[in-house]
């Protein structure tokens, strides 16, 4: 089956251009458009190359630290060979980076167990970084009643968890097996455009999940709910809890205020 790559039925320069970008790509198997001279090749595989590892290891600075050397850059080249990149935007060559870990990805034995997750920890951090804040919707309150209203999860912050606890992972700390329990992180951007972190257990995720799901319920609602999920056997004891991981999340920004029920 012919491929755009080789299809005879393309104009010569279509084809030259997809040689030349099918070359700086894998130019170890893929050779260049006839009667270039190489050493001005080498000047485009360089460029290209270390172009994209340069953004890559700006978007993954903790992965890029424990990850050696040589796998690293086999793992650059490998991306650059496998991932065809929807995206124009270099801004986005990080959000490809994770599709190809993902979906395209051989695992190496060099490859840590957290590469993944790692990674997507990083980039949601970056995304943070970058975000605009969108305007409060009309009617928020971000003094309101967390009980009788209904508590809005700000738009910048990410409700995550994973099997290994990414954000202690660095140099000096690289487990090879996923604990037993996973790790809760809401990732969020404060008052002070300063992108955190904040550890969390399970009911806590559970509870950002519904009031993300739920937009509708009043803070009290969503707590007897959660109560509900956790069958716990004083749903008073959780409504009060709530309120003060609620009041909480609201003092960090995590919630930004409250909407008329």
């Keep these: 089956m012919s491929t755009p790559e080789n299809s005879a039925s393309r104009p010569d320069f279509i084809r030259a251009q997809y040689a030349f970008a099918g070359h700086i790509r894998d130019p170890e198997r893929q050779a260049p458009p006839p009667g270039l001279d ?20 700006g978007n993954f600075p903790v992965l890029r630290g424990i990850v050696a050397d040589a796998p690293w850059e086999a793992m650059v080249r490998d991306f650059l060979i496998k991932h065809r990149c929807q995206s124009p935007y270099f801004a ?80 000096d700390y690289q487990p090879e097996r996923a604990p037993e329990q996973p790790s809760f992180l809401l990732v969020y951007r404060d008052r002070d455009e300063v992108v955190r972190f904040l550890e969390i257990n399970a009911a806590t995720a559970h509870l950002i ?12 609602c969503v ?39």
Excluded: C, W
Aim: proline share 9%.
């Design 209 to 220: 999940e519904l009031l993300q799901e739920n937009p509708a319920l009043s803070g009290l």
């Design 92 to 171: 986005e060559i990080g959000l490809e980076f994770l599709d190809y870990l993902a979906y395209e990805r051989t695992p190496e034995r060099t490859d840590p167990p957290f590469l993944y997750e790692l990674a997507h920890y990083e980039r949601v951090e970056l995304d943070l970084s970058i975000a605009s804040e969108p305007e409060p919707p009309e009617g928020l309150d971000p003094n309101g009643d967390l009980l009788s209203e209904r508590p809005l999860v700000s738009a910048l912050a990410r409700n995550l968890s994973y099997r290994f606890p990414v954000h202690r992972i660095g140099p």
């Design 38 to 57: 190489d050493r001005r090749m080498a000047v485009y595989r360089e460029l290209f190359f270390n172009n994209i590892e340069s953004f890559l290891d």
């Design 223 to 261: 707590l007897k709910r959660l109560a509900e999920a956790l069958r716990h056997p004083d749903p008073e004891q959780i409504i009060t809890f709530g309120l003060g991981i609620l009041t909480d999340l609201r003092q960090r920004h995590i919630i930004s205020g409250t909407l008329p029920s």
